[in-house]
């Protein structure tokens, strides 16, 4: 819930900068100078980027999210089994251990989107980000095949 909130008021709180900041393209737009409508245009191109970054990452969260909850609901979340520092810290070596289980599950079942799901957490747990989000989205990806081969009956 904790996450939630914090990305709800990250996101507003973008929102609202990309607001202003495109208020302040168009100011510079309206001026009429060649310079002005150079930077204006130039200052209205962020926030479309931004909004687009936005929307990307909230909706790999609202997928990533869905296969969870489906995931909690077959009861196959991956157990934490990682060993912790006294302040808490996965312990490194644990994670190694732990990600090198996913990453043979993975390879014995590479269709399987629950072993990428596991195999995405084993990622972040192991403190490789890119990879866990690469490992998610092939994980959502082969959700959202399943679902629809199951809905098309070519399942």
Known sequence: MRAKLSYTASAVALVFYFVLVGDRGILLIADGRPVTVAFG?????????????????????????????ELEAEGGLPVDEL??????????????????????????????????????????????????????QRAIALHDGERAAARDGTA
């Open 83 to 136: 060993v912790r520092t006294p302040s808490g810290r996965i312990d490194r070596d644990s994670a190694d251990a732990v990600f090198a289980k996913r990453r043979a599950e993975t390879e014995a079942a590479p269709e399987d989107w629950r072993t990428w799901f596991r195999l995405a957490v084993a990622y972040f747990d192991a403190r490789d980000t890119p990879r866990a989000r690469k490992a998610m």
């Open 41 to 69: 245009v130039a200052v209205l191109v962020l926030p479309l980027i931004g909004a687009w970054f936005l929307w990307r990452t909230t909706q790999f969260a609202r997928a990533a999210g869905r296969l969870s909850r």
